[in-house]
């Protein structure tokens, strides 16, 4: 009988949450649950890429949620399309087992231009003025038009910021039940984003980050209807923990840091702005790491950010050139220095010294234009619609290494798939591909 596969993947899911979600453990109460080791950087690009590659950074070239472009002297932050991963992906492994088999994918990061025959990922249009028109990639093209009549634009003011709400993941739900009705996909990769948001700011147990568990929870019953009667033969759903977020009480700012060192030079425009033509070193910090790009890959100025960093309250790893290849991050992509914070720690991308020289940007959400991630984005006061500059506000984070339980999700299926008590997200990809042989 013919398979069908559903690879639910959750940022933020603990094996304790399932206590608050009946109907996700319902989902999958007929088949087996593994522990998830999640590969550093444990945040949402690599982590997509290990899974759907079976592959580390140093392979699949992913070494963070954004790039900076040597040559260009300029951060892409979020935008980067599927060719930026090096290596083949599920969907390009099945086609090449069987050019029969379909795959969809449904909101990964990086999918925009990938192999997959099905695919949905917003992609609004960008005007000259800094306004945005809504719109969604879809593959094929004219399937965005059905989605807008029946479920109207993707919100994608939901998705990320200090509105996102369970909004956002009930239309990926609905649109990619819509898609299984009908395309039938034998695969499916759904990215569930919901729980990310509370869980990082106010932290994983606070009151707000349980709330989302039952918000999440309450779609699930609708999206295993609607599969089901999409398709004749049996489901087997996959449900991965993308990463876990932990609480955090500390915050690092690299940037200062290199800056004081007389490393990080800025420029003047309407603020002070980070200037990448003339600082010989400067961190693009992605949740709890940072990669610092040293000119020229200058040995001297390597050494001294090294030894800057060797004790700074916060971090817990500075790796140096060859030392990267102890989590699989040697790739060029990367910084000539990669700083990982202790768990309970993150890093924040402020470079100025005085709020009053911040740079326009940061008192938006744009996640854009700032060269690093910004999660106090998610405190904006909304009536002036101002972003605070309190880095401290951030209650949760990840992405660094995991050395205990707390950092570990679950990998749980609703069938008997022979898994090991213990699995990585580099597994996924074989896991998946292998029910297909």
Not at 74 to 95: C, F, G, R, S, Y
Not at 211 to 233: K, N, P, V
Not at 239 to 255: K, Q, W
């Amino acid at each position: 009988m013919k398979k069908i596969v559903v690879l639910l993947t959750i940022p933020g899911l603990r094996q304790k949450d399932l206590s608050l979600m009946p109907h996700l453990t319902s989902l999958v109460s007929g088949g087996q649950k593994a522990t998830m080791t999640n590969s550093f950087p444990a945040v949402t690009w690599p982590a997509q890429a290990n899974m759907l590659t079976g592959k580390l950074p140093a392979e699949h070239g992913v070494t963070g949620n954004g790039f900076f472009w040597r040559d260009e002297k300029k951060v892409e932050m979020w935008t980067a399309w599927n060719e930026k991963i090096q290596q083949p992906q599920i969907w390009d492994i099945l086609h090449q087992r069987d050019s029969s088999i379909k795959s969809a994918a449904w909101f990964p990061m990086l999918s925009k231009g990938c192999g997959a025959d099905f695919v949905c990922m917003p992609a609004p249009i960008h005007r000259p003025d800094g306004s945005e028109d809504l719109w969604c990639y879809t593959k094929p093209q004219e399937f965005y038009g059905e989605l807008l009549k029946d479920y109207g634009h993707f919100p994608l003011q939901h998705f990320w910021g200090p509105i996102a709400n369970i909004k956002s993941t009930k239309w990926i739900l609905d649109s990619a039940g819509a898609a299984a009705e009908k395309f039938q996909p034998d695969f499916s990769y759904i990215y569930l984003p919901h729980l990310d948001y509370a869980a990082q700011k106010m932290g994983p147990g606070s009151d707000l980050a349980l709330s989302a568990l039952a918000e999440l929870d309450g779609l699930i019953d609708g999206m295993r209807t609607q599969f089901e009667s999409a398709y004749d033969s049996p489901i087997c759903w996959m449900v991965v923990s993308e990463y876990v977020i932990t609480e955090v009480d500390h915050v690092c700012y690299p940037n200062r840091l290199l800056r004081d060192a007389g490393l990080l030079k800025v420029s003047e425009n309407d603020g002070e702005h980070l200037d990448f033509e003339n600082s010989d070193a400067w961190a693009l910090v992605d949740h709890q790491f940072s990669h610092v790009y040293v000119r020229n890959a200058d040995a001297e100025v390597i050494q001294t950010v090294q030894r800057l960093f060797a004790n700074q309250q916060g971090i817990q790893e500075c790796l140096v050139m060859d030392q990267r290849s102890k989590y699989a991050m040697e790739h060029q992509r990367s910084g000539e220095v990669i700083l990982i914070s202790q768990p309970n720690s993150w890093q924040a991308y402020y470079w100025w010294l005085d709020d009053a020289r911040a740079p326009e940007f940061a008192r938006t959400v744009d996640i854009h234009r700032k060269p690093g991630y910004d999660p106090v984005e998610l405190h904006i006061d909304m009536p002036s619609k101002s972003t605070p500059l309190d880095a401290t506000l951030v209650k949760g984070s990840h992405g660094a290494p995991v050395t205990c339980s707390d950092q570990r999700g679950l990998l749980m299926t609703s069938m008997d798939l022979d898994l090991q008590p213990e699995i990585r997200d580099v597994e996924i990809c074989d896991l998946v591909t292998s029910q297909f042989s």
